[in-house]
């Protein structure tokens, strides 16, 4: 069975390599991010940066989040710069993913060592209400 979105996730995972070979760890998440827009778009890829993303409860605007990177409309980036990733890190991407119409994200740290997760979460499985119910 083929990976959801394998061809773009596969060329943003060896960016990130790229990006962190380079540069290695220490940086705040910022430089990071301001690494990973800049080779991405140099991929290519279209790239938005701390895009404002609404969190909705039952159709009313209850939130908000800014996504690190989205990369073509298509995939979330959450970028870390901890010793390592921790459940909470994956949560939070699971998170953004649920609250839109966003199917795949890549968790990426730049720690001490080089870590990634990649995550789906199907836009079946999800409740997203686009319109506000009627008073």
Partial sequence: MELLH?????AIINVY????????HGFLEKVYQNSMY???KHKGFQVE???QIKVRYKG???GEYYADLII???????????EVLVHENALQLLNYL??????????FNFGKKAEFK???FTNDRKKIHKNPPNP
Avoid: M
């Fill in 6 to 10: 394998k061809e773009i996730t596969d």
């Fill in 17 to 24: 390599y790229d990006v962190y070979n380079e540069l290695g």
């Fill in 38 to 40: 800049l080779e991405l």
């Fill in 49 to 51: 940066a701390q895009k």
């Fill in 60 to 62: 009313i605007e209850v």
């Fill in 72 to 82: 073509n409309d298509t995939i979330i980036l959450e970028l870390k710069a901890s």
């Fill in 98 to 107: 649920r609250a839109t119409d966003k199917e795949v994200g890549l968790l």
């Fill in 118 to 120: 990649r995550l789906i």
